[in-house]
């Protein structure tokens, strides 16, 4: 059984920083694309950032580059999300999502493009 499980929400500050970590089991990590999408109320789940298996390539939207990094340990079957110079308009449920399964690259991604999801932990930014 596939389980994905995020950490690493919270409350924080404008300006602050932030690390989400998502584990997963259930399934060989290192071949694994891994994917973080967030939403808000009343909107769609909106792709974040995702990256390969080996790591070496990393995909983001492009209204995010620059202030989010993701990164995975493959000894740790974990797939990170920093959040850097955090806005009030980061504050969202983000989800972990693994097993990309759209054509092409995982740039842009759908969340119906992955086959598995977390329970979604919480970010506030506080002003």
């Known amino acids: 059984q596939v389980q994905l499980v995020e950490s690493g929400g919270g409350l924080v500050q404008v300006g602050g920083s932030l690390r989400l970590s998502c584990a997963l089991s259930?399934?060989?990590?290192?071949?694994?694309?891994m994917g973080w999408f967030r939403q808000t109320p009343g909107k769609e789940r909106e792709f974040v950032a995702a990256?390969?298996?080996?790591?070496?390539?990393?995909y983001y939207k492009d209204s995010q580059k620059g202030r989010f990094t993701i990164s995975r340990d493959n000894a740790k079957n974990t797939v990170y999300l920093q959040i850097n110079s955090l806005k009030p308009e980061d504050t969202a449920v983000y989800y972990c999502?693994?097993?990309?399964?759209?054509?092409?690259?995982?740039?842009?991604?759908?969340?119906?493009?992955?086959?598995?999801w977390g329970q979604g932990t919480q970010v506030t930014v506080s002003s």
């Open positions: 990256i390969r298996g080996s790591g070496f390539s990393t």
């Open positions: 259930g399934r060989t990590f290192g071949s694994t694309v």
């Open positions: 999502a693994a097993d990309f399964q759209g054509r092409g690259t995982p740039a842009q991604a759908k969340p119906s493009e992955f086959a598995y």
